[in-house]
């Protein structure tokens, strides 16, 4: 739900960006990044796994057609339909991300996984890190109880290991569009998710 996982790692991607090469994959079945930033994308990442379904090694290559830019962050366009998301296989997830990897000047690669993905657990294990945004109440904290009983009974206590649960501050904002997108890394937000990235240095 509204966790706001999003907002996070769009604050988080504007932050690492400062430093590093960083780009942002929202995989979402909906993302309502049309309506946040108000504009239709011409190319989105429908047509890069258009590209890896039709076995096109050369990703890579399409991003500077399509890369958008917020606050130095790069991100390509999410998915312009649901079904992009739902018809993509693990291996083809991982393919783009390799050739994202290898083809690419990305140090830092930041998945926004929705629930859309196939076989998550898979495609979350190559993560070096994983944030988890949650909610106190009862019904969220059983859930995540629940989730976590799940990744145990289905091994994957490394998984576990790797998340870390966050609790950013509810963040709004009279500005819309991009300039709503900007101020999240300047906001009350943007400090919690400094604070969090300083806790992991020291």
Same mark, same amino acid.
Not at 34 to 41: A, P, S, T
């Given at each position: *739900?509204? $966790? #706001?996982?999003?907002?996070?790692? =769009?604050?988080?991607?504007?932050? /690492?960006?400062?430093?590093?090469?960083?780009?942002?994959?929202?995989?979402?079945?909906?993302?309502?990044?049309?309506?946040?930033?108000?504009?239709?994308?011409?190319?989105?990442?429908?047509?890069l796994?258009?590209?890896?379904?039709?076995?096109?090694?050369?990703?890579?290559?399409q991003?500077?057609?399509?890369?958008?830019?917020v606050?130095?962050?790069?991100?390509?366009?999410?998915?312009?339909t649901?079904?992009?998301?739902? *018809?993509? $296989? #693990?291996?083809?997830?991982?393919? =783009?991300?390799d050739?994202?990897? /290898?083809?690419?000047?990305?140090?830092?690669v930041?998945?926004?996984?929705?629930?859309?993905?196939?076989?998550?657990?898979?495609?979350?294990?190559?993560?070096?890190?994983?944030?988890?945004?949650?909610?106190?109440?009862?019904?969220?904290?059983?859930?995540?109880?629940?989730?976590?009983?799940?990744?145990?009974?289905?091994?994957?206590?490394?998984?576990?290991?790797?998340?870390?649960?966050?609790?950013?501050?509810?963040?709004?904002?009279?500005g819309?569009?991009?300039?709503?997108?900007?101020?999240?890394?300047?906001?009350?937000?943007?400090?919690?998710?400094?604070s969090?990235?300083?806790?992991?240095?020291?």
């Amino acid at each position: *739900g509204r $966790s #706001l996982k999003t907002s996070f790692a =769009l604050t988080l991607g504007q932050i /690492l960006a400062r430093e590093r090469a960083a780009l942002y994959i929202n995989m979402e079945e909906f993302s309502g990044f049309e309506v946040l930033f108000q504009k239709n994308f011409k190319h989105t990442l429908s047509d890069l796994l258009y590209s890896i379904r039709q076995e096109n090694s050369h990703v890579a290559y399409q991003l500077p057609s399509m890369v958008e830019t917020v606050n130095n962050l790069d991100f390509v366009p999410p998915v312009a339909t649901p079904a992009d998301i739902w *018809g993509t $296989s #693990l291996e083809q997830w991982e393919q =783009l991300l390799d050739e994202l990897l /290898l083809h690419s000047a990305y140090e830092v690669v930041i998945l926004d996984v929705g629930q859309g993905v196939q076989d998550w657990c898979r495609l979350l294990s190559r993560c070096r890190k994983i944030y988890m945004p949650v909610l106190s109440d009862f019904i969220s904290q059983g859930k995540i109880g629940q989730f976590e009983k799940l990744l145990r009974m289905w091994k994957q206590e490394e998984l576990l290991d790797k998340i870390r649960k966050v609790k950013p501050p509810f963040y709004g904002s009279l500005g819309n569009g991009a300039d709503y997108v900007q101020q999240l890394a300047w906001s009350q937000l943007g400090d919690y998710v400094k604070s969090v990235l300083q806790k992991e240095r020291e």
